[in-house]
C-alpha cells in the first residue's frame, strides 16, 4: 500500500455502529448483522477506541448515541447512502429505515396529529419518535433530529421550512351562548384586545394561563372565552369561534434540522413529508376566512 492509503478508516466498523444506533441494543444488533453479541459488543469496543471517544451511554438497558456518536453516525449514514449507488438493486428503504427524533410542542402535536400519523402511515420505512416540550431543543447538541416549534423569525443556523402562520382566534365551549363574561389571557396580558369581543361586552380577564393547552382545558371546563390558534381549535367540536375574523401574528411554523443533515435519507424524508402534510393543513385553515393584524 502507498503511504497515502488511509487504511486508518474504520470502514469495517461501520455496519455495528449502523446497526446498534437503528436498533438500541446489543442483541437486536447481532440479529441484524448475523454474528453473536460479543463480537458487536467487541467491535464497539474497538471502534471507539480508534476513534478515542465514548459513541454510546448505557441507559437502563439500552444504547444512547453521545454527541460524538451522533457526529460519526451522521457521517457513516452520508457514506452508506453515497454507496449505496454503487448498488442499483439494494432496497432503498434499508439505507433510509431508521428512527428519527421530533422535537415539538405539546399543542402543536395535538393541533397536527391526523397529519402526523398520515406521515407515518405512509412511510413505514421511518420510525419517528416524538418528544413533545416547549423547551427549544438544541438540534446542534443533537437533542432531535427535527424540530417543529412557532417562532416569530427563522431558526439562526438551521436548515428551515416556513410551514405558515399562525393565527388566533376568540373560542368557548360550544355548548355556551350570550355575552362573553370572563376570557383568559397569556402571562403578562392583563386585557384583551377589543378587536375580539363586541363593542358592548367588556369581560373580565380571570386568570392568566401559561400554555396553550392549559387554556384550552380551563376553556373545555366553562370558565370563559381564551384566544387560540386556530389549528388546535377550529376543527374541535367542543369548541366554537367568537371572533368572526381571525388574528394574523408575527407567528410562524417552523420546521428545521442540522444543515449538514437534510441530505440524510431518513431525516430528508421526515422533513419533506412531515413539512408537506402540515404546511396543506395550514393552507386549508388559511382559506376558512379573512384574518387581520390585532391593535
Known amino acids: 500500500m502507498g503511504k497515502n492509503t488511509r487504511s486508518s478508516l474504520p470502514w469495517s466498523d461501520a455496519p455495528f455502529l449502523l446497526a446498534l444506533a437503528r436498533s438500541g441494543n446489543f442483541m437486536a444488533a447481532a440479529r441484524e448483522l ?11 469496543d474497538r471502534l471507539e477506541e ?11 438497558g439500552e444504547l444512547e448515541l453521545t454527541l460524538h456518536g451522533r457526529r460519526t453516525l451522521a457521517v457513516m449514514e452520508r457514506a452508506e447512502q453515497e454507496l449505496s449507488h454503487l448498488y442499483p438493486d439494494t432496497d432503498d428503504a434499508r439505507i433510509a429505515f431508521g428512527k428519527v427524533r421530533v422535537s415539538l410542542s405539546p399543542h402543536v402535536l395535538a393541533g397536527f396529529s391526523d397529519e402526523i400519523i398520515r406521515f407515518s402511515a405512509s412511510h413505514p420505512q421511518i420510525f419517528p419518535v416524538l418528544t413533545t ?3 427549544f431543543v438544541d438540534l446542534h447538541r443533537y437533542e432531535a433530529d427535527i424540530a417543529l416549534r412557532v417562532a416569530v423569525t427563522r431558526p439562526h443556523d438551521l436548515h428551515s421550512i416556513d410551514l405558515g402562520p399562525i393565527r388566533f382566534g376568540l373560542y368557548r365551549r360550544s355548548d355556551q351562548s350570550g355575552p ?21 361586552e367588556m369581560p373580565i380577564v380571570v386568570a392568566s394561563v401559561d400554555g396553550v393547552l392549559p387554556t384550552r382545558e380551563l376553556v373545555l371546563a366553562g370558565g370563559g372565552a381564551a384566544l387560540l390558534p386556530q389549528f388546535i381549535a377550529e376543527d374541535d367540536p367542543r ?3 367568537l371572533s368572526g375574523r381571525l388574528a394574523e401574528g408575527r407567528h410562524r411554523l417552523w420546521i428545521s434540522c442540522l444543515a449538514e443533515q437534510k441530505a440524510n435519507s431518513r431525516i430528508r424524508t421526515a422533513m419533506k413529508g412531515l413539512s408537506g402534510e402540515i404546511a396543506e393543513r395550514l393552507k386549508a385553515l388559511d382559506a376558512d376566512g379573512p384574518s387581520f393584524a390585532p391593535g
Do not use: C, W
Not at 448475523?34 to 464497539?44: M, Y
Open 239 to 241: 369548541l366554537a369561534r
Open 34 to 44: 448475523g454474528v453473536d453479541r460479543t463480537t458487536v459488543a467487541r467491535r464497539l
Open 133 to 135: 416540550s416547549d423547551r
Open 180 to 200: 362573553v363574561r370572563a376570557v383568559f389571557t397569556p402571562p403578562g396580558q392583563t386585557e384583551l384586545s377589543r378587536d375580539f369581543v363586541p363593542q358592548d
Open 50 to 60: 480508534r476513534l478515542g471517544t465514548k459513541l454510546f451511554e448505557r441507559i437502563s
